[in-house]
């Protein structure tokens, strides 16, 4: 990325933020009071897609009226996709990433559990710039990573994560962390052919592009889970066991075999 700190509305983006949202209302607060300090602290051109996926609460009317967001609109920094129905994170994430216009991807959770100014204390740890090959992702086992996580969500991370390794060939050490940085390309081709919509998207993504030959770097992140969460540990457990099973032999097998045969 550049270090260009103004946008020129016929420039192509240096990142694009994709948050998916759903249910958010008590949470768009925080969401832009981040924006805010992206905008008046970031050395980067970026763009903000946030991709509402079916909300039946105010999440929408709130974005729409929203002061700071209708000028970050003005200036072709914003840009709100709203989803008919619920069709999950990961739905809600390919949408994103799709029209998206910059060099780079970033996704993120709409709670900001991890700043979007993350991303420049990355860039600046990696010399000044990203490679284009590369795909970089917020890892919560990071040594140098500094979480304030409640117990629950850790003992979720840690049953995921078992799972992973389990039923899948998957390397990294936290395949769920939202704060993911991606060159556009590779982005727009895991995405366009993602099967997974719900929210373990995420293992498919990667193991495709493991095996795919690209390289994933895992990178430190301040994480600061915040209230409201969606997850149940006994229910999303489940879930998980199956989800991840079905996502390892899909891409393991049929999607491996497909790969290969069309070479």
Not at 79 to 85: C, G, H
Not at 96 to 110: E, M, Q, R, S
Not at 216 to 225: F, L, N, R
Not at 240 to 245: D, E, K
Request: proline share 3%; aromatic share 10%.
């Amino acid at each position: 990325m550049s270090g260009s700190a103004t946008l020129n509305k016929d420039v192509r983006p240096d990142v694009s933020l994709v948050i998916p949202c759903y249910n958010e209302e008590k949470r768009i607060h925080i969401l832009t009071a981040a924006l805010k300090e992206l905008e008046q602290h970031h050395t980067f051109n970026f763009e903000v897609l946030v991709v509402d996926d079916g909300s039946t609460d105010s999440t929408v009317a709130q974005i729409q009226q929203d002061k700071f967001l209708k000028e970050l609109e003005a200036k072709g920094k914003f840009r709100l996709i709203v989803s008919a129905a619920n069709g999950g994170k990961g739905a809600a994430l390919r949408q994103g990433v799709l029209a998206a216009n910059g060099h780079y991807i970033l996704t993120l959770d709409a709670d900001m559990s991890t700043h979007p100014l993350q991303l420049e204390k990355w860039r600046d740890s990696l010399g000044g710039h990203f490679d284009n090959k590369e795909i970089y992702i917020g890892s919560r086992p990071h040594p140098q990573s500094k979480l304030q996580e409640k117990p629950s969500r850790k003992f979720i991370g840690i049953i995921f994560n078992f799972y992973v390794r389990l039923f899948s060939e998957l390397t990294v050490k936290d395949s769920q962390c939202g704060f993911k940085l991606y060159p556009a390309d590779i982005a727009k081709k895991l995405f366009d052919s993602m099967k997974v919509m719900g929210w373990a998207h995420d293992v498919e993504i990667l193991y495709k592009a493991q095996l795919l030959g690209y390289r994933i770097t895992e990178m430190p992140v301040v994480w600061d889970v915040r209230d409201n969460s969606k997850v149940s540990v006994v229910r999303d457990s489940v879930k998980m066991f199956f989800q991840i099973l079905n996502i390892s032999l899909y891409v393991r097998f049929k999607w491996k075999k497909e790969m290969y045969g069309n070479r």
